[in-house]
């Protein structure tokens, strides 16, 4: 796994807008390089702000939307169309606006699809295994970028401390009593998390510094899990200044005035 790089906007607004300019030119690269890109979202108040960045920028339109493959690293276990939703977010923000092919994003099922959340967790593992190549060399493909917000108990998609999912292999989990509502959801385990070229870790805000600077540390994942959040080839841990106020001056690179 890759050490973190740590990058400090100045707040919310900028840091959103720079991890959507910071996106846009990685999956350019990326289909420049190989044809395709691979992307996995994040919801969340600067996770939903990126996307909606990216679209109001005419740079987005240096983005193949039709060769990229879009997938979530957690999902409420909630209806379709539900304003609760991750998906329901992403499309509002983002991907409505845009041409992407529909066969290629990847949603996590609800209710109203029949399933339950077991069923729905294993029917995105498999949509995941089917996804993966041998180059992979794993159940899941190794996403080109898979962004992940950051709760302040240190909690990552919808692996949170202590919680049976942190321990559980499978490429996706349902998840039981959630301590942040609705308590019932599906999230990528851990090692398809680690899985992943590259993680980004973006967090805003006063309360979430204690852990950040956990999450930097020596932590133990089952305590934070934050910490388990690693990229195979980099991990970024995009922060404004409050998310940042807690950890050491010199682990981070300040990238805004």
């Known amino acids: 796994m890759s050490v973190p790089t740590v990058i400090i906007h100045r707040d919310a607004d900028v840091l959103a807008k720079a991890v959507a300019a910071r996106l846009i030119t990685r999956l350019v690269d990326d289909q420049a390089a190989k044809g395709s890109a691979s992307l996995v979202l994040t919801g969340g108040t600067v996770g939903i702000a990126t996307l909606a960045e990216i ?144 993680v980004w870790v973006i967090a805003a805000g006063e309360e979430k510094s204690a852990a950040v600077r956990l999450a930097l540390s020596e932590s133990g994942t089952m305590q934070v899990p934050a910490a388990g959040a690693r990229g195979r080839q980099r991990t970024l841990f995009l922060l404004d200044r409050a998310a940042a106020s807690k950890i050491p001056a010199s682990l981070g690179r300040i990238s805004s005035p």
């Not at 740079?59 to 304003?83: C, H, K, T, Y």
């Not at 939703?85 to 983002?94: C, V, Y």
């Not at 992979?136 to 999912?165: E, I, Q, R, T």
């Open 55 to 198: 679209s109001a920028s005419p740079a987005r339109d240096a983005v193949d939307w039709r060769n990229l493959d879009i997938w979530w690293g957690d999902e409420r276990f909630l209806p379709s169309g539900d304003s609760e939703r991750n998906e329901t977010g992403a499309r509002k923000a983002l991907l409505d606006n845009v041409d992407v092919d529909p066969a290629r994003v990847h949603v996590m099922r609800g209710p109203d699809s029949g399933m339950t959340a077991e069923e729905s967790a294993e029917a995105y593992a498999e949509e995941l295994r089917r996804a993966s190549r041998p180059e992979d060399h794993g159940p899941a493909p190794s996403f080109d970028v898979l962004m992940l917000g950051m709760g302040p108990d240190g909690h990552v998609a919808s692996l949170f401390p202590g919680m049976p999912a942190l321990y559980d292999t499978r490429p996706a989990v349902a998840v039981h009593g959630s301590p942040k509502p609705p308590p019932t959801r599906i999230t990528l385990s851990l090692p398809v998390i680690q899985g992943a070229r590259e």
